[in-house]
């Protein structure tokens, strides 16, 4: 079954954590992309990939860091920098006509 | 710059209602326009797109029409279902190499009543 998995659906940390999300494809796309959801909000980019061991800032990309060692893994750890961690995660892959596949997010949640 | 700017909601139709979700654009160069749909809890999916002017895209009875006259990319249904009740993100693509121009609207939320 093609798709993207993230895991896992529910994250709680404690505040001064690192902690790391994951998302795998096996779409065999070369983009990815990793978006922050607040509540009634729409979606910030935090970092995007458009091929292996190369990623760029998004628009709020503090406290955020990423790798792409695989084509088929782009994590987020979302570091104890970031001032307001909580929040919806999604993680997309772009389509040969820059149509985006969603994840089923992550929901973190520190305290 | 490069944006979208969608009708705020939320929207509340009753069953069988019409729905029109506006979604206009500013764009330096020639997007592709989608409309995407996130049911409560999930990720956002693809509903239709449209990649040049004039064309139509359309998806579970749901049309949106490229207008370049208009920069606009309007969602519209004819009768809504309960089901149909989420939240619906009109976005942008520029093609550009080098850098990301994919940008989403903020999102209107429907909700349909029986």
């Known amino acids: 079954d093609g798709g993207i998995t993230q895991s896992p659906k529910y994250l709680f940390r404690k505040e001064g954590q690192n902690v790391t999300l994951s998302c795998e494809q096996n779409?065999?796309?070369?983009?990815m992309y990793w978006y922050r959801q607040d509540p009634g909000q729409g979606l910030r980019l935090i970092y995007y990939?458009?091929?292996?061991?190369?990623?760029q800032k998004g628009d709020i990309a503090e406290g955020y860091s990423v790798s792409r060692e695989k084509k088929e893994s782009f994590p987020l750890t979302v570091t104890s920098a970031q001032k307001n961690p909580t929040a919806f995660y999604l993680c997309?892959?772009?389509?040969?006509?820059?149509?985006?596949?969603f994840g089923p997010g992550t929901r973190l949640t520190v305290t | 710059g490069d944006s979208v700017t969608q009708m705020e909601g939320p929207v509340t139709l009753s069953e069988e209602a019409f729905l029109t979700i506006n979604c206009t654009y500013t764009?330096?160069?020639?997007?592709?326009l989608f409309w995407y749909v996130q049911y409560p809890g999930e990720g956002l999916q693809l509903l239709l797109k449209?990649?040049?002017?004039?064309d139509k895209g359309s998806n579970k009875g749901f049309e949106a029409t490229y207008r370049k006259e208009t920069t606009s990319f309007h969602l519209e249904k004819g009768s809504v279902q309960v089901s149909d009740s989420a939240v619906y993100f009109c976005?942008?693509?520029?093609?550009?190499?080098?850098?990301?121009?994919?940008?989403f609207g903020t999102g209107t939320r429907l909700t349909v009543i029986p």
């Open positions: 997309a892959t772009e389509g040969q006509d820059y149509e985006q596949y």
């Open positions: 779409l065999n796309h070369d983009a």
């Open positions: 990939s458009q091929i292996v061991n190369d990623f």
């Open positions: 764009a330096t160069g020639y997007p592709s």
């Open positions: 449209a990649t040049k002017a004039d």
């Open positions: 976005a942008l693509k520029i093609e550009k190499t080098g850098a990301n121009n994919l940008f």
